[in-house]
């Protein structure tokens, strides 16, 4: 409807305008125009489709109007009534002077060449609001530098994942993996019953699971209790699922015994830290790993520091103002924060059905998100504006290196697509203003090491 309220219009003045509040950011435009100016309009209508018709017997543009008005009457009705309201949208701008988002509704009423029209016309417009101080924000950052035991763990780490598993001829222990074979049931009634569509929770002939792990089992609980068995043994494991239990809902803060058998231990085998060892991780010798590390360590809390400096200069900002979202910005940014979160979780295994109970708490929550990003856009765009900040070609530039990388394509080809969608570039032009701006904001800040405060 915007593309259309902004074509060209013959002459037609308006009668009235009158201006309504719907909300700080909405506005409701009602324009009318009286019977003489609408049947003038029409009237206007008629002679271009006339100068332009090509009728049997006539020459081109000699057809006598009224021929030329039963034959297009379907074509110039919807012009007749597109002029119209393009008409009324422009005018109503040019007296009311707002700085319009977008246009949100338009109704029409009846718009017939010989009755007085009425268009109402609702917009969203750029909220008004004065810019906080934002030079000197007080922001948090914790050390940058890589402790021995920053490096420790990491080398830990790398060692874990190039760990070897091998068989044991003795009870387990804990970082063991064990293959075990289980059953379960819950107040006696094999969990195949109850969840028939989810085998894996409740008879699986041999599966492996890491005794006393970090990271939770299928099984919540299972792990825990695995140590200090050998091969046949076998053991009664009660486990609780916890109440929000979202794989298998039938399951959620029930108690299940499982029947679990221990078919193989194996102990997981670090390797060495030898030449071998650090040449596969593009290190000549130890030292030089270790070096690495630390370097890499470092880039990574100071990538910390910087997000969380951005959240607190944000954070800080807005608790100084009050900015009134437009909802058309909100509603579309909740959908987008929806979409994302729903995407997310059904790659995680939760069922769709899962949604549609919690509908109104998602919704909520994602308008709550999507609220505070609206707001954040708002005041980092009016800095810019204040600042001056401008998006270089060097900017785009490198953007577009770093996405063309991304997807696996070379720059020229991205660019080439990138110019087909407006929208994709105006996005990525708005992304870059953003963060250059926020930048300019943080560069303002004082700084203090210590813990940043964790957001809420």
């Known amino acids: 409807m915007s593309n259309s309220l902004n074509e060209s219009f013959t002459t037609i003045s308006v009668v009235n305008i009158q201006t309504q509040d719907v909300s700080e950011t909405r506005k409701s435009l009602v324009v009318s125009f009286d019977a003489a100016e609408v049947a003038a309009e029409h009237q206007a209508v008629v002679a271009e489709f006339t100068k332009m018709a090509r009728l049997p017997g006539f020459r081109p543009g000699k057809a006598p109007a009224a021929m030329v008005t039963k034959r297009y009457a379907k074509d110039i009705e919807g012009e007749f009534r597109k002029k119209v309201v393009t008409k009324a949208y422009q005018s109503a701008m ?15 009423g009846e718009i017939s060449k010989d009755a007085e029209a009425t268009i109402t016309i609702t917009v969203d417009i750029q909220p008004s609001f004065e810019l906080p101080d934002y030079e000197g924000i007080p922001t948090t950052v914790e050390p940058t530098e890589a402790t021995d035991e920053d490096v420790e763990k990491v ?71 695995l140590g200090g068995l050998a091969k046949g043994d076998k053991k009664d494991a009660t486990v609780t699922f916890p109440a929000d239990f979202k794989a298998v ?141 401008k998006v270089e070609e060097n900017d785009m530039n490198q953007v577009i290196y770093q996405q063309a990388m991304r997807s696996g394509q070379g720059p020229d080809k991205f660019v080439k697509e990138l110019a087909k969608d407006r929208e994709r570039l105006r996005s990525i032009q708005q992304g870059i203003l953003f963060d250059k701006t926020l930048d300019l904001v943080v560069a303002k800040s004082s700084v203090t090491e210590g813990a940043a405060p964790s957001a809420e």
């Open 94 to 108: 040019d007296e009311a002077k707002l700085d319009v988002i977008g246009v949100t509704d338009v109704q029409e």
């Open 155 to 225: 080398l830990e780490n790398m060692r874990a994942e190039r760990a070897d598993f091998k068989e044991a001829d003795r009870a387990s222990q804990k970082g063991d993996y064990v293959k075990i074979a289980y059953e379960g049931t819950i107040d006696g009634t094999p969990i195949l019953e109850i969840a028939p569509d989810k085998q894996i929770y409740g008879k699986v002939p041999q599966t492996w699971e890491e005794v006393e792990g970090e990271n939770e089992g299928l099984i919540p609980g299972l792990g825990a209790q």
């Open 249 to 389: 809902e039938a399951l959620a803060g029930k108690e299940a015994v499982y029947a679990v058998e221990l078919l193989e231990v194996r102990e997981r085998v670090l390797p060495e830290l030898d030449e071998e060892f650090c040449k596969a991780h593009q290190a000549d010798d130890l030292e030089s790993l270790k070096t690495n590390i630390r370097n890499h360590v470092k880039m990574q809390k100071e990538s910390r520091n910087r997000s969380e400096q951005r959240r607190q200069v944000i954070e800080a900002m807005l608790g100084k103002v009050a900015i009134a979202a437009p909802e058309s910005l909100v509603e579309q940014e909740t959908q987008g924060v929806l979409r994302q979160f729903i995407d997310q979780q059904m790659r995680q295994g939760v069922p769709a059905e899962k949604f549609e109970e919690d509908k109104e708490a998602l919704y909520a929550n994602a308008r709550k998100t999507a609220e505070t990003r609206i707001q954040s856009q708002l005041l980092i765009a009016k800095i810019a504006e204040k600042e001056k900040v």
